[in-house]
């Protein structure tokens, strides 16, 4: 069954624990923001809109996101007090029922720090949604070490029954090694009314989203679970350390993605290429390559060991060395030694041989 859906993106937080004063969603895997993998993630048929909640930072994050094109309409809304994530998504029900309309859709509610999240994980959760017509399906997951995720409760049915955050579970409770993602669909017209009767008590004194479940749950709606397969999709990034963690992840994913295109990497584990560098069938990247922003590679070059390329374009045949080159063109069938340095702007002729060393400002 075909229902419109309108997507929910949380992005008001302010990521304490970054210790940075870059907002947390626009913290950088990959070569790219987080958030910029979770609306590629989102984007799914039968999405009328996407309505992005900012807070702390707002116009930062407002302005970062509207740079990115994408196909599916964009509203932003603006949380001023951080008072959790129930109220978060209160803020944006105004946004959400314009765009619904009078039609009773799906709301998609994601946070902004999952950048390993899939779109084929997203495309299923909703279609499973729908096809139990269930009032809400949460994205959940079974982890080794559940610590500092909110628990799934599952009633005798096997539907759940409940969500408990971490900090206001009991010992028994915090056994349990099924966890929230923060990522859930719910029915549009039940959404608005749940809402209202979500309260503050609670260890955080916040408004959490997750008790929609237990009042929709009570009130005799069915609450499903959709588990994931590969946990690591539900990676959420709070701190350096997990942020390295889905730098990692992120970095293994597009170099098998180029090795199964045709692109040899001699060594993977020591090769960086961000999410935006295009790569032709062909290319040869040796041990400790960086490619960065929008470098593009044609087919038969050869790049490295150790270069570093942000920007730039080479052409097919050409050989790159050791080399640190900024915005900088290198010609086909071109030959650049190690330890040469191009500057913004830098042009290397097709067929031009730049001997070892040189540097070229710009």
């Known amino acids: 069954m075909n229902r419109p859906t309108c997507i929910v993106v949380l992005a008001a937080g302010e990521g304490t624990r970054m210790r940075s004063d870059r907002p947390k ?15 590629d993630a989102i984007e799914i048929e039968g999405v009328l809109a996407t309505v992005v909640v900012v807070g702390h930072q707002a116009a930062w994050v407002e302005k970062v996101l509207r740079e990115r094109s994408s196909r599916i309409p964009t509203r932003f809304v603006e949380q001023f007090e951080q008072l959790g994530t129930g109220h ?6 105004a946004a959400v029922s314009e765009v619904m309309g009078d039609d009773d859709g799906d709301v998609v509610i994601v946070p902004s ?7 084929v994980t997203m495309a299923e959760l909703v279609q499973r949604h729908r096809a139990s017509d269930s009032a809400i399906s949460v994205l959940t997951a079974h982890l080794a070490d559940p610590t500092g995720y909110g628990r799934i409760v599952r009633a005798r049915d096997g539907s759940i029954e409940r969500i408990v955050e971490q900090r206001d579970a009991t010992a028994l409770e915090r056994e349990i090694t099924e966890v ?6 719910v029915r549009a017209s039940l959404l608005g009314p749940a809402l209202r009767r979500v309260d503050r008590r609670n260890a955080q004194r916040e408004y959490y989203l997750t008790d929609v479940v237990a009042v929709l749950h009570d009130a005799g709606h069915l609450v499903q679970a959709v588990v994931l397969e590969d946990p690591a999709e539900a990676t959420g990034v709070n701190d350096r350390e997990q942020l390295a963690v889905a730098e990692a992840v992120m970095r293994g994913r597009i170099n098998r993605g180029w090795l199964q295109r045709g692109v040899t990497i001699w060594d993977p584990s020591t090769t960086y290429v961000d999410a935006d560098v295009e790569l032709a069938p062909g290319a040869s990247l040796l041990p400790g390559t960086v490619l960065r922003g929008r470098t593009v590679v044609e087919t038969g070059a050869s790049i490295g060991p150790n ?3 942000v920007d730039s374009r080479v052409g097919q045949n050409a050989r790159i060395g050791a080399v640190e080159a900024d915005r900088s063109v290198i010609g086909a069938a071109a030959s650049v030694g190690s330890y040469c340095v191009l500057g913004p702007g830098s042009q290397v002729a097709p067929g031009e041989v730049v001997a070892p060393g040189t540097h070229r400002p710009s």
Do not use: C, E, K
């Open 113 to 119: 720090d999952t950048p390993l999240l899939r779109r």
């Open 88 to 93: 978060a998504v209160s803020v944006a029900l």
């Open 25 to 39: 969603p626009l913290h950088v895997v990959g070569g790219r923001p987080l958030v910029y993998y979770v609306l």
């Open 307 to 309: 270069a570093h390329l």
């Open 180 to 185: 929230n993602t923060s990522i859930m669909v």
